[in-house]
């Protein structure tokens, strides 16, 4: 990481693109793709203050823990951008936490029964203060149990409830391989 660039990474599995709206001042791409953790490797990019900045300030790609910033020493960095990424990182402290990789949510999905399932999905968004980044967590949760697959119907019925669907009696279809 070079003074002028922050590493951000992607924990979810599915990709994520940025389309920076303005011109940089070296004239390279102003678009950046992050593939997904994958396996358990996270999908890590550098990308310039200038982006970092406007990620920041009109996005909600930190808050909504989209990505995060890569935890490091920051010493290389000037005093300026120590700020913004100190900034970021004190903003990301609830949800960071509760964002995990497909590979931790199907470990979550296969443990245990649905009571030690609706106790981990309880903690994960216990400390969360902010209702919209509890709204973005159970929605990838949600999501990602739906695209791993749940085998039992306790376990689903516990999904959907956490989530707020107001039948979870019958949402046991929304996780069968055949319907999709």
């Not at 920076?20 to 890590?44: Q, R, V």
């Not at 982006?51 to 909504?64: A, Y």
């Not at 245990?112 to 969360?128: P, T």
């Amino acid at each position: 990481m070079s003074k002028n660039t922050v590493t951000l990474i992607r924990k979810q599995a599915d990709p994520f693109e940025v389309n920076y709206p303005f011109a940089l001042p070296d004239g390279k791409l102003t678009h950046f793709d992050w593939t997904g953790t994958k396996n358990g490797i996270m999908s890590k990019r550098d990308v310039p203050v200038e982006v970092f900045q406007w990620l920041k300030d009109f996005t909600t790609t930190f808050t909504n823990g989209h990505l995060i910033v890569e935890e490091k020493d920051n010493e290389e960095l000037e005093e300026d951008v120590k700020y913004l990424v100190e900034d970021v990182e004190e903003k990301q402290s609830e949800i960071k936490g509760a964002i995990k990789t497909r590979e931790e949510i199907e470990k979550m999905l296969t443990t245990g029964n649905q009571l030690v399932l609706k106790k981990e999905l309880d903690n994960l968004i216990k400390d969360i203060t902010d209702e919209d980044q509890v709204k973005e967590v159970k929605s990838y949760i949600y999501r990602t149990a739906i695209d791993i697959g749940v085998d039992s119907n306790a376990k689903r019925k516990v999904i959907c409830e956490w989530y707020g669907l107001s039948n979870v009696e019958n949402c046991g279809w929304i996780f069968d391989e055949e319907t999709k």
